[in-house]
């Protein structure tokens, strides 16, 4: 059965502060790993999609990586609008299997 | 563009009522998708379809019937509703080998069963 864990579940950072959020999966044949953004009350927002170990993808303060077992969300000198939670999701058949979210609040 | 569509944004209902959450997506994407999302159990797979008249069980399918008549339309059909499925519900799009292969979500319906 898929598996997908993140951590930590909810993260507090002042602005400015660096750090990353963590997904670790089991999966049986990895087609994508995909992060969302996810603001209150809004569907998720897609960021990137990763296929193998070793890729890279950069989008603003956002940077993902891809391991065997892992990817990691960093985010670089964070802001207030990048609150939000974060969601990653794998793709190993017909649909994505999502990990439970890590809630991120960036104080200024 | 609209991209995924969803209805009504916000329902209410009583144990035992039946209703239909409502989605229809004009990217002419293959795949569909019913998720519940509940507070710290993530997104979880109800139903999902590939193809018009072609659809398939996901996590958590007890309680939920869908049918795909249309490659736009895949309607959430809950049929003697219980407090246990008060929850958002998200319905979501892709298509294989266009693009990312990135889902595309609507805004959510949230549905409260008293």
């Known amino acids: 059965e898929d598996q997908v864990t993140q951590s930590p579940e909810a993260l507090r950072l002042q602005e400015g502060e660096s750090s990353s959020l963590n997904c670790s999966y089991t999966?049986?044949?990895?087609?994508?790993l995909f992060w969302y953004r996810q603001d209150p009350g809004k569907g998720p927002e897609f960021l990137f999609t990763?296929?193998?170990a070793g890729e890279e993808k950069e989008k603003e303060r956002l940077k993902a990586t891809l391991t065997k077992k892992e990817s990691f969300l960093h985010i670089t000198a964070p802001k207030p609008e990048d609150s939000a939670t974060y969601l990653c999701?794998?793709?190993?058949?017909?649909?994505?299997?999502f990990g439970g979210g890590t809630r991120l609040m960036v104080k200024p | 563009n609209a991209g995924v569509t969803q209805t009504p944004k916000f329902q209410v209902l009583k144990t035992g009522q039946s209703m239909t959450l409502q989605c229809a997506q004009d990217?002419?994407?293959?795949?569909m998708s019913w998720y519940r999302q509940d507070p710290g159990m993530g997104l979880r797979l109800i139903h999902y379809?590939?193809?018009?008249?072609?659809?398939d069980q996901g996590e958590v399918p007890n309680g939920y019937n869908v049918s795909r008549s249309t490659t736009e339309d895949f309607p959430l059909r809950l049929l003697s509703a219980a407090p246990s499925q008060t929850s958002v519900y998200f319905c979501?799009?892709?298509?294989?080998?266009?693009?990312?292969?990135?889902?595309?979500f609507g805004e959510g319906s949230r549905l409260t069963v008293l």
């Open positions: 999701a794998v793709d190993a058949g017909n649909m994505l299997t």
């Open positions: 999966v049986s044949g990895l087609r994508g």
């Open positions: 990763l296929y193998s």
């Open positions: 990217m002419n994407h293959e795949y």
């Open positions: 379809s590939v193809g018009a008249g072609i659809t």
């Open positions: 979501a799009s892709f298509s294989r080998g266009e693009g990312t292969g990135e889902l595309f």
